[in-house]
């Protein structure tokens, strides 16, 4: 049981303490609760509880950190694309806490998730029969990839077939995309239509180029077509979990996984997007969970160990 802090939970929008039992959530709520409940319960000390960060797309190669580092910085999951040897590399390294949900390059004996670059995935004859998920790499390979889709979306959309976006999307995909009911992952460090892309219901989770994935959220809540940070949030947590089959995860409420990471912020606010500014605002009245600051000039959260 933990009191003193802040919970980001939809449950309670005004929750200061949490508690957990056999790896599950248990209590959401105030601290006098908490202490009642459980004498010995943890102070956190102003410290803030969400969701863990997903990495949604992780192209394994030479470069990509450890996920020791990985799980430092606060991911609770990853999204790890890959040859079978390369994942099974990196998932060996990885410590408690941090749950690889692997895309081994596509086979024939493939059965529940594999991952292809766009150029095989539009040589493939028959959609494959598995939950894939495809690198694309420019605006003319997505163009074809949506085309290639729209022949058979129902299957594409059945089996959870994703799309890793690794550039800016031009708007002219905007609409193709919130229509294919597929889900895509992107970069919003690279300039990205965002807002448009919720608007035409696209199914947006995120990759981290960053080395904070605040600082991820961060760049798609500042800028021309900025989001809001409840949704920029949802992206890296909740959104990304639904992508990978995982309807229910990315939430803190009585019954979810435990699932959870400890910060030390700044201050929390609710912030609405603006394309001129950030506008954050400390009302309670709003009855929207609170999250950290992201201005520039705000150091972004620490992860505390719980």
Same mark, same amino acid.
């Not at 459980?38 to 410290?47: M, Q, R, S």
């Not at 990839?145 to 890793?164: F, I, K, N, P, S």
């Given at each position: 049981m933990y009191f003193g802090g802040d919970v980001y939970s939809s449950a309670d929008p005004f929750a200061t303490a949490l508690g957990h039992t056999d790896g599950k959530v248990s209590f959401i709520g105030s601290d006098e609760a908490a202490k009642a409940l459980?004498?010995?319960?943890?102070?956190?000390?102003?410290?803030f509880l969400t969701p863990g960060i997903v990495l949604a797309g992780l192209v394994l190669d030479a470069d990509t950190a450890s996920a020791q580092r990985l799980h430092d910085q606060g991911y609770t999951h990853v999204h790890a694309l890959g040859t079978a040897e390369a994942i099974a590399r990196f998932a060996a390294d990885a410590p408690q806490g941090l749950l690889i949900v692997d895309y081994p390059e596509l086979s024939s004996?493939?059965?529940?998730?594999?991952?292809?670059?766009?150029?095989? =995935?539009?040589?493939?004859?028959?959609?494959?029969?598995?939950?894939? =998920?495809?690198?694309?790499?420019?605006?003319?390979?997505?163009?074809?990839?949506?085309?290639?889709?729209?022949?058979?979306?129902?299957?594409?959309?059945?089996?959870?077939?994703?799309?890793?976006?690794? =550039?800016?999307?031009?708007?002219g995909h905007v609409e193709a995309l919130g229509r294919s009911g597929v889900a895509i992952t992107l970069d919003p460090a690279l300039p990205q239509p965002l807002s448009q892309l919720l608007v035409a219901g696209a199914q947006v989770s995120f990759s981290h180029s960053q080395s904070s994935p605040w600082a991820t959220v961060r760049?798609?809540?500042?800028?021309e077509n900025g989001i809001g940070a409840r949704a920029a949030f949802n992206a890296t947590t909740r959104f990304a979990h639904r992508a990978a089959g995982n309807p229910d995860g990315g939430v803190l409420v009585p019954g979810a996984d435990a699932d959870i990471v400890r910060w030390r912020v700044e201050r929390l606010v609710v912030q609405v997007a603006d394309p001129r500014v950030a506008a954050w605002s400390t009302d309670p009245r709003s009855g929207t969970p609170g999250l950290p600051e992201l201005a520039p000039d705000v150091p972004l959260p620490t992860r505390i160990a719980l």
């Open positions: 459980d004498p010995e319960a943890i102070n956190l000390a102003e410290d004996d493939s059965s529940v998730r594999a991952s292809t670059t766009a150029a095989d =995935f539009l040589a493939l004859e028959t959609l494959p029969e598995t939950q894939l =998920f495809v690198l694309v790499d420019s605006n003319e390979r997505l163009g074809a990839v949506l085309e290639r889709l729209r022949t058979d979306a129902a299957h594409a959309q059945r089996h959870g077939y994703r799309l890793l976006l690794g =550039f800016s999307i031009d708007e760049s798609a809540v500042v800028g």
